[in-house]
């Protein structure tokens, strides 16, 4: 898993060095996980692929501005941009888009809009915060089991 600065030296540029390291091993059967911002970045490592990868699971994903100005100048080189949507869709054969539906940070809103321009569901999970540990989630089964159901699903 790389590890990417947060919050010095967050850019959208650094964050891409980091990956250029690790996308070599995108292939037809590998999966990314993104959360909160991590989704935004995928969608910009989407764009790029050389060849499309099976599942993308986006958690607590946003692009856009989140009103918030502290979030929003950190965020700003990672969703303050245009996203090709139909090249990010063809470079990933299926999206899982999880929100919470009282996340303090990033409004069920903008879950809503990332599935639609990903053209899939929303799955909203009950009083989940942000889906981090702050939240209660030191372990995901939910996600886990989504994750073995991808593995298992053949097209």
Not at 11 to 16: F, G, P, Y
Not at 22 to 50: M, Q, R
Not at 114 to 142: M, Q, V, W
Request: glycine share 6%; net charge positive; hydrophobic share 35%.
């Amino acid at each position: 898993m790389p590890k990417f600065s947060t919050p010095k030296k967050q850019s959208l540029q650094n964050w891409q060095k980091i990956f250029n390291e690790y996308d070599k091993y995108l292939d037809e059967n590998s999966s990314v996980i993104g959360h909160s911002l991590g989704p935004a970045f995928l969608l910009s490592v989407l764009e790029n692929l050389k060849q499309p990868i099976k599942a993308a699971f986006f958690i607590a994903g946003f692009t856009g501005s989140l009103n918030n100005p502290e979030f929003d100048e950190l965020n700003k080189t990672f969703v303050s941009k245009t996203f090709d949507w139909v090249k990010i869709r063809t470079n990933c054969r299926r999206f899982y888009v999880i929100s919470s539906d009282n996340d303090p940070y990033v409004p069920l809103e903008k879950g809503k809009g990332l599935a639609n321009n990903l053209r899939t569901e929303l799955i909203i999970l009950k009083n989940a915060g942000h889906i981090n540990l702050e939240s209660g989630y030191d372990k995901f089964n939910f996600l886990l089991k989504k994750i073995k159901d991808e593995l298992q699903h053949t097209e």
